[in-house]
């Protein structure tokens, strides 16, 4: 450990690790590993089940070091990120929660925009807490677009040894417009369903038609349609709330997936970011998009040039 | 979702609460072709001098509900107040559609003026009147109460409705001890829910160190109807009773664990059923 580092340790960090040899991977996640352990926090090895035994060869045990597998820990980029945030909101991890390991990308490169983006926002959700981060990028293993994104998502750049300011870091905010980001956009195709929401009244049809159309046509899980359900009259009252009336709700349904766009004219919601960061005991609207970004797989918010607001969801 | 709420709730010593007008007209409209379905006598107070647009007649019209053959053969009659409203009226109105036929009688008005006009216990009594009848006869009374009403006088009318209170499609009534909520929760019903919850909170007593909200008939609830479940409860938890969530399905008791509704203090929420 050296003086350098002493800082940061209250405090946020998260740090990029590009590698190409395991003795890479291996020095830098002892480093950092032994860094958490000698601070006193938590420290947390997750990865595949090879990796993780590499590591554990290596790094040995300690009764503040865990190990484990992205299938239990990284189901999913959402719900991975709150289950993040719940765990040091409630508990008093003074000296941090530490973490390494590596996003599990997977070959199915449809999904890897979601995991880009979850990086970025891991800044804006666990910014508050002490939490710390060393994600290890393999060259070998991933594409060179999701490494190439990982370099504006992560604030701090690490050799193994030191960290370096990152200057090719995007705030989450810019980030999510960025290409590299590959935010969904509402689909091309019409709709299966349009309804316009005037009054709270309307509310109830709203929420009817989603989970009259969902349960025809879609083998979407049934639990997730309740949530997601819940979630869209989350941003449909919330639209009533705060925006200008007429809401608009489009619906669209293929066998494994829900999407659904909520559009009013309204001056818009001044942070595209809003209800990623708890809201602890505020009353505003935020609670209601905090909710509902964990009942969706996406929650994406877009103020449009022409004055209108928009918010994309979709659940798989 | 669940199947739908308990539609025999606008049936009984009914309280309709409305935030708005429409909500009014909705509520009123279900009242009355629930009357029309069951063939039973529909008797509505209303004075002379109400507003042409609130009148019942063409409420009714403009929900296109077709009322003008059940006026006709006199099933539907709209009477004035000044008829007198009392217990014995109530009674001999109930005999007299018996006699004359129909299945039940159901007798409906805007309780909220006649609350202004009568005297604080002249209004206990025919509210209590109102409620014996329908527990001993087949009868069906409404009553409509704004939800800008004071608080004391919603909190004494919630008390006087056994059958329970009705909104757009939130349906509360008591149960041993404490409330059962009933259809679904959302903007639309939170002033509703916010009146009828405070008054049956005020009805707990240092006897009672348990308040159960029974949700197994919910079918539905927002954030904003979670909230008023911990905000307006909190005066009673506060004097150290025990409030108690029970019978909520699993989409709800994720939502009000995902909300930290069980780690408030004087909040026990049990397992989904």
């Known amino acids: 450990m050296n003086e350098t580092n002493a800082g940061v340790h209250g405090c946020y960090t998260h740090q990029l690790l590009i590698h190409d040899t395991d003795d890479a991977l291996v020095a830098g996640t002892a480093a950092f590993v032994e860094l958490g352990l000698s601070c006193g926090g938590r420290v947390l090895v997750h990865s595949c089940e090879d990796r993780v035994a590499l590591l554990r060869a290596a790094l040995g045990t300690h009764r503040r070091l865990d190990y484990g597998f992205d299938r239990d820990l990284y189901v999913s980029p959402m719900s991975t990120l709150f289950k993040y945030e719940r765990e040091l909101a409630r508990g008093p991890h003074a000296s941090g929660l530490w973490v390494t390991g590596t996003v599990p990308f997977g070959s199915d490169h449809s999904a890897h925009p979601a995991w880009t983006r979850y990086e970025s926002l891991v800044n804006e959700v666990l910014g508050p807490y002490p939490f710390h981060a060393l994600c290890t990028y393999d060259t070998r293993a991933l594409p060179a677009a999701v490494v190439g994104a990982a370099r504006a998502t992560h604030p701090c750049i690490s050799n193994g040894v030191r960290q370096d300011d990152n200057p090719g870091y995007m705030q989450p905010v810019d980030f999510m417009t960025d290409p590299r980001a590959g935010s969904p956009s509402p689909p091309t195709s019409p709709p299966l369903a349009v309804i316009t929401v005037n009054h709270t009244r309307d509310l109830r049809l709203a929420r009817h038609l989603i989970a009259e159309v969902a349960d025809a046509a879609s083998v979407v899980d049934r639990d997730n349609i309740e949530g997601f359900v819940t979630a869209v009259n989350e941003v449909l009252a919330n639209g009533l709330r705060h925006g200008r009336p007429p809401v608009e709700l489009k619906v669209w349904v293929d066998t494994a997936q829900l999407t659904c766009l909520v559009t009013d004219n309204g001056p818009g919601i001044a942070n595209p970011l809003t209800g990623y960061r708890s809201p602890g005991a505020s009353v505003d609207s935020s609670r209601g998009l905090w909710l509902a970004r964990q009942l969706c797989d996406e929650l994406i918010i877009r103020n449009t040039d022409d004055g209108r607001c928009s918010v994309l969801m979709t659940i798989a | ?273």
């Open chain 2, 1 to 273: 979702m669940r199947a739908s709420g308990r539609r025999e709730l606008w049936d009984g010593h009914v309280l309709l609460m409305y935030a708005d007008e429409q909500q009014r007209r909705t509520g009123v409209t279900a009242w009355v072709r629930r009357g029309l379905e069951t063939d039973a006598k529909i008797v509505y107070v209303e004075s002379p001098d109400e507003q042409a647009s609130r009148s019942l007649i063409r409420v009714l019209l403009d929900e296109h509900i077709d009322v003008t053959s059940a006026v006709s053969r006199r099933q539907l009659e709209i009477v004035d107040p000044d008829v007198g409203l009392g217990p014995a009226w109530q009674a001999q109105l109930v005999d007299d559609g018996l006699a004359a036929g129909y299945s039940s009688v159901r007798l409906g008005g805007a309780a909220d003026t006649s609350c202004t006009v009568m005297s604080p216990s002249d209004h206990a009594d025919a509210e209590r009147a109102a409620d014996e009848l329908c527990l001993a006869r087949p009868a069906a009374i409404l009553c409509q109460y704004a939800t800008s009403l004071p608080a004391s006088m919603l909190q004494r009318a919630c008390s006087m409705h056994t059958a329970g209170i009705r909104g757009t499609t939130l349906q509360i009534f008591p149960i041993h001890d404490g409330v059962a909520l009933a259809g679904e929760i959302d903007l639309s019903d939170l002033h509703t829910l916010r009146s009828a919850l405070g008054a049956f909170c005020a009805r707990t007593t240092e006897a009672h160190p348990k308040f159960v909200i029974d949700l197994a008939e919910l079918n539905f609830l927002d954030v904003a109807g979670a909230r008023v479940l911990v905000s307006d409860t909190s005066p009673i938890r506060d004097q150290g009773v025990v409030v108690q969530v029970r019978g909520a399905g699993p989409m709800i008791h994720r939502l009000l664990r995902q909300l930290g509704v069980d780690r408030i203090d004087g909040f026990v929420l049990e397992d989904p059923s």
